[in-house]
């Protein structure tokens, strides 16, 4: 990568607040020309709210802004794409009924009155080509994978001649093959000139892809500009969060007990009625983590819906404790003692418009003390929120604040609240990291970890294969919709060529031949 000292971005004593919140507290920041910049921080630190402010999204309370050495003041985002400025948010801006390149035209003066297609197509594709984005042009958003719809994204702005980069937690929703092409992108972006501001929580992909880090903790810069081969990965985990931070989690060694979770040979369609399961049979036992490996999109989704009964199966049965709850609705699940941390936050785990407490207080609206016939006893329900705040240490100014309002890793905090709290006897654990900073991530793992202690049965379904690794006791591994196997010794080997569609039964094939001979 190129590392030219030629600052293209420099932002001095940036302030911004938000309703009793200092989201930047005086903040410094620059970006040099040809260089990926990673900025640090846990949730709520105030990364978002700084790039969201180059963007031209938020204005200032105080500070200056200098594009190549030019003092600028963006009222709108297309400001800041007219000064060579492109965000990538987290959640992608595109439509989904439309194709790769109207999705790229959109918004823009030309073309005007023709829609020559078939021009801006070959156009579109010289792009993708040039920077290696691999993308059909003609093809309609909803047919692309979540990394291919990333790539449209960045093609949007570099056909907006944007020079500088903003990408907000851009491996959040990527598979590991789909992150190692996304990093080649950003290479050969920077290979040309261009500069990449990239927001993460993830260290080990800062360590890989980064020049240089700035760590913000609390809206306040903690490190600035550190060039990232002078500092670990620990020595940063510090700097975010303010303690140490453990890495390897003390798992006890324990004897697991009775089966708690019997999948047997499930079926079931996904959303576009495909199917996306196809035999699976899978067993938890009650104090013991059984993880779930596979690359995005290989039907883990839709196994959690079967087990928590959000999606019908069309064969199979899923017995939990003895009792089959095949098809059955989710209250009976809930009853039965399976809590759910599901993949989407927000519009599965959460009631957004609706306060901490309503949401720690869903499985027991109705039952007492909280619950009584109709009615709702709130100082109850307030009391136990204000329980579960402390002891799950979720930071909110009140119990009565709506839950959109929150960050990532406080809002997961009170979903692990809610499931936790129901002493279950199941516990589904979908994604229950992703988009986490590492002192929430080292939380969620610690709590985890006791409710295995404490005799849950839980299935972990990730796609960090470094988590499933360190939590669990055995790991199943599935491909398109089938288990290739199941590994006990942790190896790695196995484990990524079972995620490339190897079964098991081949590996074992394939070693005890070369043993033979």
Known sequence: MTNQEENVVVMKGIVKRF???????????????????????????????????????????????????RMVNFNSPLDAIHAGIGMIHQHFMLVPSQTVTENILLGLEEPRFRMQLGKYDRKVAEMSERFGLKVDPKAKIWQLSVGEQQRVEILKMLYRGANILIMDEP????????????????????????????????????????????VLRKGKVTAAGLAARDVTKEELARLMVGRDVLFDLEKKSQQAGKVVLSVENIWA?????????????????????????????????????????????????VRVAGDDLTNKPARQGIRRGISHIPEDRTHVGSSPNLSVTDNVIMKKYDQPPIGRGWMINAVLAEKY??????????????????????????????????????????MIAVQPTRGLDVGAIEGVQRLLLAQREAGAAILLISEELEELLSLSDRIYVIYEGQIMGEVADGDIEKIGLMMTGVRQEQIEARVGGVAHD
């Open 385 to 426: 929120a204000q329980e579960l705040k402390q002891s799950y240490d979720i930071i909110v100014p009140s119990v009565r604040t709506p839950v959109r309002l929150l960050s990532g890793g406080n809002l997961q905090r009170v979903i692990l609240a809610r499931e936790i709290s129901s002493t279950p006897a199941l």
């Open 19 to 69: 309703p009793g919140v200092l989201a930047n507290d005086h903040v410094d920041f620059s970006l040099r020309k040809g260089e990926v910049h990673s900025l640090l921080g846990e949730n709520g630190a105030g990364k978002s709210t700084l790039m969201n402010v180059l963007a031209g999204l938020y204005r200032p309370e105080a500070g200056t802004i200098y594009i190549n050495n």
């Open 269 to 317: 369609e996904n959303d576009k009625g495909v199917m996306a399961l196809r035999g699976v049979s899978l067993e938890v036992r009650s104090g013991e983590i059984v993880g779930l490996a596979g690359v995005a999109g290989n039907g883990q989704s839709e196994l959690a819906e079967v087990i928590t009964g959000l999606r019908k199966c069309t064969q199979g049965v």
């Open 171 to 214: 491996t959040a929703v990527l598979a590991p093959s789909e992150i190692e092409e996304l990093f080649k992108t950003l290479r050969s972006m920077v290979g040309e000139g261009k500069s990449v501001i990239f927001i993460s929580h993830k260290l080990n992909e800062v360590m890989e892809i980064s020049d240089r880090v700035t």
